[in-house]
C-alpha cells in the first residue's frame, strides 16, 4: 500500500541573536559573525489530518529567560496558536502532537492543544525528571513547569511513549536518536517530493552536520554524531530532504506559503539549487 504524500510547513514563531562562537563545540573563527537562530514548530498536513511537530514556547517563558545584557536576546514574532491559525489550523482540533524533545522553545504552550495526544520517547520523559535534572547545566535548556504539564499529561492518559523507531500515521514514524538530550528524536514524513527527515536538534544548523561540529548543547556527544549519519539514512541519501531545528537558512530555501510574509515554508517543495 502506497504512503499518503503529506504537506509539512516550517512555521517560524520567533529568533535569537546568537554568534557563530555560540553554535559549534569548537568556535569556529576568532573574527566572529553574527548566526541567528530561528524558532520553529512544524505542521504535518495530509487530507484533512493534522500533526504538529513541537509547540514552541510562550511570552511567559520568553520574560523568563530575558536578560536585558544579554546579546542573545530572544525575540517572538508571532505566537504559535496565531501561526497556526493563520493556516487555517485551530489548535484545539489538533489531535496528535509529536515533542521532538522536551526543552522550552520546543514542549511549551502544551495548554494549547486540550485534545492532542502527545507522542514521546519515553527515554526523554526519564531524562527530563531524572537525577541529570540534579545538575543545573543539564537542566538549563527545560522549563520546570512544562515538564510537570507533561506528567500531568501522563496522568490523564493522554502521552504516547514510544521506544526508538515508531509509527504514528501512514507516512510518518519518529526514530530516537538522542545525543542533543537522551530522548531526541527526529520525523520522517512521506512526501511527494520523497521522504523528509525533521532533524530538530540533532543538528540545529546545517553547519552542525557539515562541519561535523555540534552546537554546544549536548547529553551525548557520540549520539549526536551517530545522529547525522541516522538523518542521512532516514532521508534516502539526499540531504537536501534533512530539515534542521533552528537554521534560518531553511526560509530562504523552501518556497514560502503565499501570504505569510516568508514565515512560513513549504518543506514538501523542492529546496532553491
Known amino acids: ?113 486540550p485534545n492532542a495526544r502527545f507522542h514521546l520517547q519515553e527515554r526523554e520523559m526519564q531524562f527530563a525528571t531524572g537525577r541529570h535534572m540534579c545538575v543545573a547545566c543539564m537542566r538549563g535548556a527545560f522549563e520546570v513547569e512544562d515538564v510537570v504539564q507533561m506528567v500531568r499529561a501522563v496522568y490523564a492518559e493522554r502521552v504516547v511513549f514510544h521506544d526508538g ?38 543538528s540545529h544548523y546545517y553547519a552542525n552536520m557539515a562541519r561535523r561540529e555540534p552546537f554546544p548543547i549536548v547529553f551525548n556527544l557520540g549520539d549526536m554524531t551517530q545522529g547525522w549519519a541516522r538523518a542521512r539514512s532516514l532521508a534516502e541519501g539526499d540531504e537536501t530532504r534533512i530539515v534542521p531545528g533552528h537554521d534560518p537558512l531553511v526560509r530562504s530555501l523552501y518556497p514560502a506559503l503565499p501570504g505569510s510574509d516568508g514565515e512560513i515554508v513549504m518543506l514538501h517543495e523542492a529546496p532553491a539549487a
Open 165 to 202: 523507531d515508531a509509527h504514528i500515521a501512514p507516512g510518518v514514524t519518529v526514530h530516537r536518536v538522542g545525543g542533543h538530550t537522551d530522548g531526541l528524536q527526529m520525523v520522517r514524513v512521506s512526501t511527494a517530493r520523497g521522504p523528509v527527515v525533521l532533524a530538530s536538534d540533532a
Open 1 to 113: 500500500m502506497q504512503e499518503p504524500a503529506w504537506e509539512v510547513y516550517a512555521l517560524r514563531y520567533g529568533w535569537q541573536d546568537r554568534l557563530a562562537q555560540d553554535n559549534f563545540v569548537h568556535a569556529p573563527d576568532p573574527h566572529d559573525t553574527p548566526m541567528p537562530l530561528d524558532y520553529f514548530v512544524w505542521l504535518l498536513r495530509s487530507g484533512e489530518r493534522e500533526i504538529l511537530v513541537d509547540t514552541g514556547f510562550g511570552q511567559a517563558v520568553l520574560d523568563k529567560r530575558a536578560h536585558p545584557k544579554d546579546r542573545r536576546t530572544r525575540h517572538i514574532t508571532r505566537p504559535v496558536d496565531q501561526a497556526l491559525r493563520g493556516m487555517g489550523s485551530e489548535p484545539g482540533r489538533i489531535r496528535d502532537v509529536i515533542l521532538t524533545h522536551l526543552h522550552y522553545d520546543h514542549a511549551g504552550n502544551l495548554g494549547l492543544f
